[in-house]
Every structure is written in structure tokens, then in C-alpha cells.
RNA sequence: CGGGGUGUAGCGCAGCCCGGUUAGCGCGCUUCGUUCGGGACGAAGAGGUCGGGAGUUCGAAUCUCCCCACCCCGACCA
């Protein structure tokens, strides 16, 4: 493609609402530009590199037997409401305003809506099917570009299975096409165990890339390989064990003193003796939560501990549960239930709320003074903690998540009726899976993995074009003729080439090069080519090179392989 | 939805607090000439409902009110 005929707006300067590297890049490469928040038009540069994603997702899924699909994007709600999904997703759906449609957020309703209508016996069975098409959600705050829109680009595919060993061994499919895929794409990922969320079902696993534009925080040990979604991530803490004289129950007037960080200042004490109190309310029943010191409460453990239909308090709520605000609550005197981390397991000798303002309580000893305390694993785990698996420790950090893979089981053919007949003539819900990738995320993440303070780094599996092609001095025929040379005959060998033929000074053109990205850069210049050689430039190091016109196309080839 | 911020030429910004010529600057764009291996130089140009509406005033980019859009933090999120 010749750049002085191509749509490819670069930007110098660094556009007013990007943030996050990738988004930055995205724009000034000419690859996306926002039509409204969270809505992202492809522009043509950009839009070569959805279709090398979304080829190597085909081939692979293609490669674990899964059939391509393209299902509508406007749905009768009627089908939302078989599954009470319509109201699940609440304000996230796009509803139509002059029919009763909506926009499909996923589709795992319409893929359900074919199987039932065709798959009706276990011979029909197992079933991939996949597509790559435009979601819609109203996310609340889309932000960070293409990494959280209300539009995006999604592949989901769906498994029909007769069996739960089945759904096994399609999850097993998907995982390892997953793999396959990010690999070729060539991304830096991890996987974690997830908690299934609303899509509901057993089980699942989140693809995810580190990244500080990422929404997600995911917990990593790097010498074992654990890594976790925080929400369900456990660590292994040093237990501090009892003291060994209980010491009596003591008030102290500690006036204005809330936090943590306050109470020990003020008493000269470490925060490991502190037991701070939350109020939460289950079932609309208060519920103390005590953490050790700073460490903060996963509402994600909680609610799985108590059972849903958890929220933290008002803090009006607060005075008349316990008599006192925020900051002074404590276990002496509480009626109710009372869990604790298991970090402050049978301790003695902590320090606590006294449930009055301005007064906090010594010497609690929670085997002596807390009757029916429950001990669990509360904790949202922290950076340094130990690695729940090995000797390690983990790292905890923002994550974006690139794909996911669910086992759903019988959660949608049960509430669509989608059932078959085994060999015995018996009826069975179908069991399904459900599996999806962010094809967008996908470019983002690259971006956000490798870029430099020039732009983008692309390999030969994305990138736009695999050689840039620079003709300094465009009004010398004889770099003219030499460019047009170069350009037929790569192009003619299947190498795809972006010709730059513009009339423009050097660095200017070496400058859009740099932040294009492409692998592979050469350049035609005068001197070089009165001795029938140009140079070769290597995005991704930095190296170039002086290649003889003759072998050009021997040595791209070469140096492509391994971009 | 709560908190904070921004909106002036295609892009990046100044001007606003303290109202007063024809609303500036850099980049980009057009034309001509020179230049040509790391975002060239000179000359001449084009391009604006100052986000929208209402108000205050002799006079509003500037002050007041309402609305809209976008960004950041939080809440939410398969």
C-alpha cells in the first residue's frame, strides 16, 4: 500500500484525553479514532491488525472443530427474558426504544435458541461454535480506549455436550486453543482461576495480561506459577501465635483517634495487635468482620462465606448497631454474629473499638472474650505475602483480562429448555460451556506490551504490514525507480509492504515509521544506492543493517521469521 | 451515580481570575521557491457559531444560571 494514497492520520502530538499507552498509541498510529465515549471506529491501519487477530483466533478454534457463526446483533427481548438475563445485566443493556429489541451484550441466549431447535439428540453431540462480532454494553464509565468500551469486538464461542466429562474435554480444548492463540499473537499472559460471576456455572479461568491500565487485580508467584483473580486469591501469612499471659480487659480514652494508623501511634503499639472492626449487613443482620491491622476485607470472600445479600453498613447504621462511629467499634458488647480473619485466629492481647466514641479496649483475648467468633479467610491479599503453593511470594498487581472460559453446565439449556434424548431415550439438558476473547483487548494489550517512547513494536503475526518501505528524496528518479522496483517485487513474494512515497523530508518519514511499528524497516537513499545496497532497519532492536539490492527479498524473509 | 477537571481552527495550547480594538501562538493545511539520512527554510495564504442555551451589561471567550460532551478517581463490571 502506498502511504501518500492511504488514510493513515498520524499525530505528533499526544491527544488530550488518552491516558493509557496503548490508547495513546492506538490514535497517534491512525489506527482507531472515538466517535463517542467508549465508541471506537477502526480506521483502515487499524483494522488489518483486527483481521490478523481475528485469523489466528479462526485458525485455531477452526483447529479444536469449532464452526463459525454470525448471529445477529439485535435480539427480541423475549428470548432475554427466558433466561431473566434481561434483568440481570439491568442498565448494561441496550434497549431499543420503538420495538422490543436489544442490542446482545453476548449470546449465549441465541446460540442456545439454535441448539435447541436442532441439536436434539446426543448424536448431535459434542458441538463447537464460535463467532467474532460486535458486543454491546453500557458500561457505566468506558475508559482506557479500545480496553473498556461500550462496543467491542468479541469472539464467543459455545459447547454442547451430553456429559460433564464432555464439557471437560471441550474447556480442555479451549484452553489449550487459547493459549495457542495468545501465544501467536505473541503476548506476555497468565492464567488464573476466577470466580464465575454472573455468567454463573463451575468453573473457570481468566486470561489476563499485567498491565497498569488493567481493572482487574490478580494475584502471581512467579517461581510456582499460582496466580489467582485477587477476589478469590488465598496467601499463606505468618501466624502470630498467642501471648502467653492473657492480660485483663482495660478501657483507654483515645479522643479523636479512628484509624489504624491513629490507635497505634497514639498507644505506641504495632498494627498486628489491632483488630479492626467492620460492620456489614447479611440478610439485614449486622455481622462484625475483624481484620488484622491494615489488612482490608475481599467482599468477594465474604459474600462467598456468608452467602450473598452482603453490603458494609451506613455509617448512620453504624451508631445505632453498636453505640459508637466508625473507628471506636469493637467486639465487647456486640450482639450479633462476629467473623474474623484468620490472621487473628485464638489471639490474645489485641486492641480494639469499645463500641463508645473515643474509647478503644486492651487485652482482648478473642478465646476468653468472644463467644462464637468464626474464623475465615477474609483478607484481600496483599503484595510480599506468601505464595499459598511454595515457599514464594506473591505479587499482586492491575491486570486486563483477555479472555475467559467458563464451564456453565446446565445454566441456559435448563431455563430455555434445550434438551436431547441419550441413547436409552431419555431427556437430559444440554451441558454447555461458554468462552470468550476480547479481540480489541487483544491489540491494547500488545500495545501496552510492546511499545517504546517512539511507538508501536509490532511482530510479523499483527502487524499492519511486515516492511515499511522509505524512499528518502522522492523527486530523485532514481530512488523513485528503485522504491517502485522493491515494492513490485516484495509484493509480488506475498510480503506485504507499506510504501512510503512521500514527499517529505527523512526524519519526518522516519519518525511515522517508528511509530507505525511495522517489523522491519528499509530504506532507500542515495548513497547507498549508487552501490546497489539500502539499508535495513529492525524495529524491534534497534539494529540495522546494509543489504545488496540483489538478495532483498532473501534477506526480509529471513529476518521476518523470528519478529 | 458520587467527587474532581476540561471544552477556544484538524491537533496541542494561551487568553478567562480583573468584561472593552479585527480572539492569539505552535504544529498541520494551500501556493511558490529553496532543501532532502532523524519531525527543514523563506514568502504569501486559507481556516473560528470561543461546547449549547438563557441571563446580566452600552459591550461577554471572559460574569451568573441551566444543559451537553469528554477525561481522571471512586462505585459498578461476564
Request: with cysteine; proline share 4%.
Amino acid at each position: 500500500m502506498r502511504f501518500s494514497k492511504s488514510f493513515i492520520p498520524t499525530l505528533k502530538e499526544i491527544p488530550n484525553d488518552a491516558v493509557v499507552q496503548s490508547h495513546i498509541l492506538m490514535l497517534r498510529a491512525g489506527l482507531v479514532r472515538m466517535v463517542s465515549a467508549g465508541i471506537y471506529s477502526f480506521l483502515p491501519l487499524g483494522y488489518r491488525v483486527v483481521r490478523k487477530v481475528s485469523e489466528i483466533i479462526r485458525e485455531e478454534m477452526n483447529a479444536i472443530g469449532g464452526q463459525e457463526f454470525h448471529l445477529p446483533a439485535l435480539n427480541p427481548k423475549e428470548i432475554w427474558e427466558e433466561t431473566n438475563r434481561a434483568e440481570a445485566f439491568g442498565d448494561t443493556l441496550f434497549h431499543i426504544k420503538n420495538r422490543d429489541y436489544v442490542l446482545a451484550p453476548t449470546h449465549e441466549e441465541i446460540m442456545t435458541f439454535h441448539a435447541r431447535n436442532v441439536v436434539k439428540s446426543y448424536k448431535d453431540m459434542p458441538q463447537i461454535w464460535y463467532q467474532i462480532q460486535t458486543k454491546f454494553r453500557n458500561e457505566p464509565r468506558p475508559r482506557s480506549g479500545v480496553i473498556r468500551g461500550r462496543q467491542f469486538l468479541m469472539k464467543d464461542a459455545y459447547s454442547f455436550d451430553i456429559s460433564w466429562e464432555g464439557l471437560d474435554v471441550s474447556y480442555e480444548l479451549h484452553d489449550k486453543a487459547y493459549r495457542k492463540i495468545f501465544d501467536r499473537c505473541g503476548l506476555n499472559y497468565f492464567v488464573v482461576g476466577a470466580s464465575s460471576g454472573a455468567m454463573g456455572g463451575t468453573g473457570s479461568e481468566e486470561f489476563m495480561v499485567k498491565s497498569p491500565a488493567g481493572e482487574d487485580t490478580a494475584a502471581y508467584c512467579e517461581s510456582c506459577g499460582y496466580a489467582a483473580n485477587v477476589e478469590v486469591a488465598a496467601s499463606r501469612v505468618n501466624m502470630i501465635g498467642r501471648d502467653s499471659v492473657s492480660k485483663e480487659i482495660y478501657e483507654i480514652h483515645t479522643p479523636n483517634v479512628k484509624s489504624i494508623d491513629e490507635l497505634t501511634e497514639f498507644l505506641k503499639i504495632e498494627e498486628t495487635v489491632c483488630a479492626k472492626s467492620r460492620i456489614y449487613i447479611h440478610n439485614g443482620q449486622p455481622v462484625l468482620i475483624f481484620m488484622q491491622g491494615n489488612d482490608e476485607v475481599n467482599e468477594s470472600k465474604l459474600e462467598k462465606y456468608l452467602g450473598s445479600n452482603v453490603r458494609p453498613a451506613h455509617p448512620e447504621e453504624l451508631l445505632e448497631i453498636t453505640g459508637a462511629d466508625a473507628g471506636s467499634i469493637g467486639p465487647i458488647g456486640f450482639k450479633g454474629r462476629i467473623v474474623s480473619d484468620l490472621k487473628l485466629k485464638d489471639r490474645n492481647n489485641l486492641f480494639s473499638g469499645a463500641n463508645k466514641n473515643d474509647y478503644h479496649i486492651g487485652g482482648i483475648d478473642f478465646k476468653r472474650d468472644v463467644k462464637n467468633i468464626e474464623y475465615a479467610d477474609l483478607r484481600i491479599v496483599q503484595s510480599g505475602e506468601g505464595c499459598p503453593n511454595c515457599d514464594n511470594s506473591l505479587e499482586v498487581f492491575p491486570a486486563i483480562e483477555l479472555g475467559h472460559i467458563f464451564k456453565l453446565g446446565t445454566k441456559y439449556s435448563d431455563s430455555m429448555d434445550a434438551k436431547f434424548l441419550d441413547e436409552k431415550g431419555e431427556e437430559h439438558p444440554i451441558i454447555m460451556g461458554s468462552y470468550g476473547i476480547g479481540v480489541e483487548r487483544v491489540i491494547a494489550c500488545f500495545i501496552e506490551q510492546r511499545h517504546d517512547d517512539k511507538g508501536i513494536i509490532w511482530n510479523k503475526a499483527l502487524a499492519p504490514f511486515d516492511v515499511h518501505l522509505i524512499g528518502l528524496n522522492m523527486k530523485k528518479a532514481e530512488i523513485v525507480d528503485a522504491c517502485e522496483k522493491i515494492y513490485n517485487e516484495l509484493n509480488k513474494q506475498g510480503i506485504e509492504v507499506l510504501f512510503d512515497d512521500r514527499d517529505a523530508a527523512a526524519g519526518f518519514k522516519f519518525n511515522d515509521a517508528d511509530l507505525l511499528g511495522m517489523p522491519l524497516q528499509i530504506v532507500i537513499g542515495e548513497k547507498k544506492l549508487k552501490e546497489n545496497m539500502c539499508e535495513v532497519k529492525v524495529r524491534r532492536t534497534g539494529e540495522r543493517f546494509d543489504v545488496g539490492l540483489n538478495n532483498l527479498e532473501q534477506k526480509v524473509n529471513e529476518r521476518l521469521v523470528n519478529l
